[in-house]
């Protein structure tokens, strides 16, 4: 795992001042690669590389980057683990071709260089980010995962093309942008900037599953080698029950899990207490009897403290639990870093308690596994279950958008005063049925979606600028597989792994998903959605495969997520922080935000008429993001 970056310019340049410009593209994501760095560059052809590297698998110099293959064809610099690197060395072998050095890298360069680029993608059961430069072609190409777990970003400017892992590289490269005032409003709806937009104009993300290519001329070809939506979309039913799903999803992640926990340093594995952490810890416990090490985070809040039931869990499997606690004056302390941490505006709140985590990770293991994935896959979210129970019925449903609109006008408050103490309830009512509110609303299952997804509400006008559509998606037409494969498609890389990967490899965490392996994505999508959402609740299949290895009672409870009471918060001890980015001048000379609308919420927050976290969050982060811009 490490970072990378680079520049292509239009023209030759001097080889010193390529690699003094590599250089410092580099060191701007030194956080991600603290443990060496490299540059190389090819004056004549205006090209150079750089690398940070973290060392996971050979530690030893030959695993440094950037890297050349063994015919002198290709130079890669390189992000990720490719985790079937020994069976591709044995296939390359049986093929005539050595590859001697013990790195990933090498058998990845090896394999381009035998099968060819676009032959290699598909064989590879890993996360990566890379450039690729082909000496013969005079070509340039930047690769990216098929599940978008690694970033890469890149600019085509008059003076060339910039990349990188993290947009603060392509600054350090000398790359000067405006904000996207577009790209803001995509971001105030949906909590994080979508793919293949950036904050900044003309800077893009590349998608998940999809590569460049730049060539002398000037030319720029994308193309996609995987595409979550268009494979969900393709995927035939299997024909089985759910005691044989349960046990190929069981099989399937115990391997996954098995693949990845190659490494030449400490692995371990985070443990909330959910059904997708466990499962993976419960995996890694087959995978390596008696080494297994999982890592929870306690907080003081006995509402979102996990720890006990954690710790049950990691008991009944027999796996070593470290339990780290963290007190709410810690999260409140660490609040204002995020901004800066998170080089574009980005608003799940989770990402704290998740850097929280990594910080005190780090300081035991250098790699952790994670449950991330399960939700998007096996229909863990309040809306697939909507989508699969309440959208097939509502058009049958009389006056629907008029029984929405008085559902509505209740506050979430009010209903969860009167419904709360039912048995059964959920722990916030109101939510929910507000969520159902919007999804009787809505004129189709993509409206729906949208609605539910968002941070504020239809028909609050926050964004000064219009959002760009939403790009085209190759989506299945089943409700349930449909939502569950535009998150896979968009909210999982956007948000998700984005959260995940900026906080861990700020400390030069390692984190890996098994739940993202090519063949568990397409098991996923190839069952049918009653298999994945029942009368009991979302990811039924996952939950039958863990009460293989543990009770139900220590995991069949209500889903909680990974967060803090951040509406609590901005009343209390983070009032005065919000409070002010939310003033700030920052934000009102920005005129990205219509600053009266975003007043009005704030006022609406403060007297408890409404909770309005998850809107107000957005505006706390962008004007935290400005605010380190000045």
Known sequence: MCGI?????????????????????????????????????????????????????DLSPGGAQPMHSACGRYVISYNGELYNYIALRNELVAEGVVVESASDTA??????????????????????????????????????????????????????????????????????AGIDGGAVAAYLRLGCVPAPMTVFEGVRKLPPGGYVTFGMDGTVTERR??????????????????????????????????AQLVADVGVGAFLSGGVD?????????????????????????????????????????????????????????????????YDEPFADSSALPTLLLSRLTRGHVTVALSGDGGDELFGGYRRHRLAAGLWQRAARIPFRRTLA???????????????????????????TLHKTAAVLASRDLDAAYARLVSSWDEGETIATHAAPPDLPLALPSEPLARMRARDAATYMHDDVLTKVDRASMSVALEVRVPMLSPAMIALAFSLPAPLLVRADGGKAVLRDALARHIPRPLFERE??????????????????????????????????????TIRAAWDEHQAARRDRAPALWTIAM?????EERR
């Open 5 to 57: 970056a680079g520049l292509f310019l239009r023209r030759a340049e001097d080889h010193a001042a390529l690699i003094a410009r590599a250089l410092a593209m580099g060191d701007a994501i030194a956080h991600r690669g603290p443990d060496g760095d490299g540059q190389w560059a090819e004056a004549e052809a205006g090209l150079a590389l750089a690398h940070r590297r973290l060392a996971i698998i």
């Open 107 to 176: 058998v990845l360069l090896a394999a381009i260089a035998t099968w060819g680029l676009a032959r290699t993608l598909p064989k590879l059961d890993a996360m990566f980010a890379f450039a690729l430069w082909d000496r013969r072609e005079r070509a340039l190409t930047l690769v990216r995962d098929h599940a978008g777990i690694k970033p890469l970003a890149w600019a085509a400017t008059p003076e060339g093309v910039f990349f990188g892992s993290e947009l603060r590289a392509l600054a350090a490269g000398g790359v000067r």
């Open 225 to 258: 080698w995987f595409d979550i939506g268009a494979l969900a979309r393709d995927a035939g039913p299997l024909a089985i029950d759910g005691t044989e799903a349960a046990s190929r999803v069981d099989a399937l992640l115990e391997q996954s899990v098995r």
């Open 277 to 341: 952490s466990s499962s993976v810890v419960a995996a890694m416990a087959r995978a390596a009897p008696g080494k297994a090490h999982a890592f929870t985070i306690g907080f003081d809040d006995a509402a979102y403290d996990e720890s006990a039931e954690a710790a049950a869990i990691a008991a009944r499997l027999g796996v070593r639990h470290t339990i780290l606690r963290a007190t709410g004056a810690e999260a409140v302390a660490l609040a204002p870093e995020l901004p800066a941490l």
């Open 405 to 431: 609109g008085a559902i509505g006008a209740v506050p979430p408050r009010a209903w969860d005063a009167a419904l709360g103490w039912l048995p059964g309830a959920p722990r916030r009512p109101g939510e």
């Open 559 to 596: 889903k909680t997520g990974f967060s803090f009471p951040v509406g609590a918060w901005l009343r209390g001890p983070l009032r005065g922080w919000a409070g002010d980015l939310i003033g700030s001048r920052a934000l009102a000379q920005s005129g990205l935000v219509d600053t009266a």
């Open 622 to 626: 962008l004007a935290g993001w400005l």
